[in-house]
């Protein structure tokens, strides 16, 4: 099993196992796997090492616990779950409607698109002003059910979230508080 800096990187799927977690806060089971007797939630897929790389750091540095599977598009980052269990793949419905923490900006006058810039990585990110804060992209899903599932994983971690609305989905963003704005040149 190869060894990314001091995290595990999985390349055999009989290592670990698929399986759908119940987290006491969801209404909806989510995708995770558990490995050696842990379980992990469904992070992100990246294409790059490097790329995962960064974004293992990031988590790292924030407190969490990462393993890395590697899959026939690149490399999936997932998350440790103290208080995960186990789940069957029974179909639940989750509600829609957001807490009250989790602002959903249906226009694009509520918000800024820009470059942003956070200490931790070298290159600017997508990124939002609101509130005369920035948030960085953490992806974009299909339906506000997943927005607002994804923004209260989030926010039970500590983060703040922001949802927007456009053609191409539901954005889910990240507060950076240590984040800048990118000047643009010419």
């Known amino acids: 099993m190869p060894i990314m800096t001091d995290r595990i990187i999985l390349t055999q799927q009989m290592e670990y196992e698929r399986c759908h977690l119940s987290l006491p ?3 909806t089971p989510i995708a995770g796997i558990s490995f050696k007797g842990n379980y992990y939630s469904f992070f992100k897929v ?4 490097d790329r995962a790389n960064q974004l293992v ?14 899959i026939p598009k690149g490399f999936c980052i997932w998350v440790y779950e103290a208080t995960a269990k186990a789940r069957s793949r029974k179909k639940e419905t989750a509600s829609t409607t ?9 226009s694009d006058r509520d ?27 953490l992806r974009i899903v299909r339906d506000e059910a997943q927005a607002i599932e994804l923004a ?5 971690k500590g983060n703040s979230a922001v949802i927007t609305v456009s053609a191409y989905g539901y954005s ?7 984040a800048r704005s990118v000047e643009r040149r010419g």
Do not use: M
């Not at 990246?46 to 090492?49: D, E, P, Y």
């Not at 750091?57 to 590697?70: C, E, H």
């Not at 957001?98 to 249906?106: Q, W």
């Open 152 to 156: 209260q994983k989030l926010e039970r």
């Open 98 to 106: 957001p807490p009250r923490s989790i602002r959903i900006l249906k």
């Open 172 to 178: 889910v963003w990240v507060f950076e508080p240590e």
């Open 57 to 70: 750091d990031r988590l790292v540095n924030k407190g969490s616990r990462t393993v890395v599977t590697t």
């Open 111 to 137: 918000y800024r698109p820009c470059q942003i810039l956070v200490p931790d990585l070298d290159k600017p990110l997508t990124g939002i002003a609101y509130n005369e804060q920035f948030h960085s992209l």
């Open 25 to 27: 806060d969801e209404a």
């Open 46 to 49: 990246v294409t790059t090492l």
